[in-house]
């Protein structure tokens, strides 16, 4: 190292500083240059050890030495000179060592005076460790931020997941409510049902023996009695017919809406469309007549394969939407319109109304689940999401155009029902077909039973039995032609006491007519299945069985 005696630091007031020392002791390499001539004039121990030149090599000679044989582009050609004159600069240069690797090193300048002479002491740091740490702490960065941007995604999805968790929840729950109402109106269906088929029974006897006794006692009267009787006589029939109506009334809403609750039917069957549409509004017409008019534009179209019951609620719900979206008191402007047509093979039905219409920004949403434009707690935010699954499952479509202050349509899509195999088409009973039956009517309703004798026992001999026991006592004493068994009854259902009957009486087998009130179970759905034989439901008229003989073949039976 060369020999300086003393240092006094520019601008330091006259400072000294033992050079040595501060060489000795610095943890950099220190270079000391004639800022004039950038000839070394002196190194520490440091400098030798970064550079690979040795004392001698350094001193004397000039500091671009350092510099690499191959320059770089990046690297100034005057870096030097403003190293050397700009007293704090600090920079970052490319230095090679002796045995010609590289390294970059940050290089800081101050201003001295060393031996009255104007000296700069370069302070030289290797970065190469530093740039190290830094590729090594950009890298965990970037893995610690691929992991957080992960963790992010993961957490993302675990909410969107447990939103459709939530949802799906909310959904059972509304579905296990909707099914507990099925189960009670389908219970009310079938309670009524009962007790209104005698009811009609005794209304049509009571009918019948206005018009064929009353009339003969008219003979004997003459004048003003006579007139009166026969006024009294056209009363009383036209009392008995608005009521027999008013109980059809009663009993095809029963129907329909065990047909609604039913659920769990989910038998593809062809349906004529605009049945289902009559049925629907049927339900739902007592809230449109208050809102609005019902306009009907109905085309001739085919008939399509589809599970009547979900489709049925599909309408309903669409009507009741239709409803929601008017208001009170405008009932003379207000319109429903269901219009129906046919566009290739698809059946389009249409519900429009006059509403208030859906805002565009709500519009591409109305399909979600539990998403509601109805006020808080007047909607479950379900009906449409089902209507369209259930649309779906049908191959078919669910689609909504709206415009606010205008209105809604609603169009359902579905894929007409391919056309079936040519059929001979079933001859109707004549009255030169049918005869005198002997019948046996097995149902636990005594009302039921007594009605069903004086309605039958005109036409048929009929035997009756309220319960099993009764039953196979009556078979055991008479040959019947055929059974009128009751599905639901409180000992035993149906189809078990008909394996008993049948097992005792094997003739029996094809000569059974299952009736019921409109509910049993899903295994005595399957067992009547499998029987193969026909279902009345109560109450039915005799118009009815007598087809449902006449298809069993049993006019002509011995």
């Known amino acids: 190292m060369s020999q300086f005696d003393e ?55 000039n500091v671009e030495v350092l510099s690499p044989r191959q320059p ?45 002479k104007q000296t700069s002491l370069l302070f030289m740091r290797d970065l190469t460790e530093r740039r190290k740490l830094e590729r090594e702490l950009i890298t965990k960065h970037l893995a610690l931020k691929e992991a957080y941007e992960e963790l992010e995604r993961t957490n993302k999805e675990l909410e969107r997941a447990s939103a459709e968790i939530q949802t ?94 039913n659920v769990s039917d989910q038998e593809m069957e062809p349906t004529n469309l605009h049945s289902l549409l009559e049925s629907s509004i049927m339900m739902v017409n007592n809230q449109i007549r ?45 319109v429903i319109l269901v219009r129906t047509r046919t566009t290739g093979d698809q059946v389009v039905l249409e519900i429009q109304d006059t509403g208030c219409g859906i805002p565009p920004e709500n519009l591409s949403r109305i399909m979600e689940p539990f998403f509601s434009t109805k006020a808080r707690g007047t909607g479950t935010g379900l009906g449409l999401s089902i209507s369209a699954s259930i649309v779906e499952q049908h191959g078919g479509t669910l689609e909504v155009e709206s415009e606010v202050g205008r209105g809604t349509i609603v169009r359902m899509k579905l894929p007409v029902r391919s056309a079936p195999p040519a059929t001979a088409e079933a001859k109707q009973p004549t009255p030169e077909a049918t005869r005198k039956l002997q019948l046996l009517i097995v149902d636990d309703e005594v009302y039921y039973l007594r009605a069903m004798k004086r309605g039958l026992g005109r036409a048929h001999a009929v035997l009756l039995s309220s319960n099993a026991g009764e039953a196979l006592q009556i078979l055991a004493e008479h040959k019947v032609d055929l059974i009128l068994l009751d599905l639901m009854m409180p000992e035993m259902d149906g189809v078990e006491l008909y394996k008993i009957l049948v097992n005792a009486h094997p003739y029996l087998e094809k000569r059974v007519i299952f009736v019921s009130g409109g509910v049993f179970e899903e295994s005595i759905k399957a067992s009547v299945k499998s029987t193969g034989l026909e279902v009345l439901n109560k109450p039915f008229k005799h118009e009815e069985l007598h087809s449902a003989i006449d298809r069993m073949g049993i006019w002509q039976k011995s």
């Open 168 to 261: 799906a929840q909310r959904w059972l729950v509304h579905l296990e409510k909707m099914a507990t109402i099925g189960r009670f109106a389908a219970g009310v269906a079938h309670e009524v049902n009962n007790p209104m088929a005698f009811v009609l029974e005794n209304l049509a006897q009571l009918r019948g023996i206005g018009a064929r006794r009353l009339p003969a006692h008219l003979d004997h009267l003459d004048g003003a009695r006579r007139r009166q009787l026969e006024a009294t006589i056209s009363e009383q029939q036209e009392l008995i017919q608005e009521t027999i109506e008013g109980a059809d009334r009663v009993s095809q809403i029963m129907r329909q809406l065990h047909s609604f609750s």
């Open 7 to 61: 240092v006094e630091v520019e601008g330091g007031e006259g400072i000294q500083v033992d050079l040595r020392h501060l060489l000795s002791e610095s943890l950099d390499a220190v270079f000391i240059v004639d800022r004039s001539t950038g000839v070394i004039r002196g190194v520490n121990r440091r400098c030798e050890e970064l550079t690979g030149y040795c004392l001698d090599e350094l001193v004397g000679n």
């Open 72 to 116: 770089s582009p990046k690297m100034s050609p005057t870096i030097w000179e403003e190293l050397l004159e700009q007293p704090g600069l600090h920079e970052e240069v490319r230095i090679e060592r002796s045995d010609g690797r590289c390294f970059l090193a940050e290089m800081s300048v101050t201003l001295t005076t060393v031996n009255a």
């Open 290 to 334: 208050y809102r609005a008019r019902l306009e009907r534009h109905y085309y001739d179209v085919p008939e399509v394969l589809c599970v009547p019951n979900n489709i049925s609620q599909v309408i309903v719900n669409l009507l009741v939407n239709a409803v929601h979206a008017l208001e009170d008191g405008n009932k003379d402007q207000d």
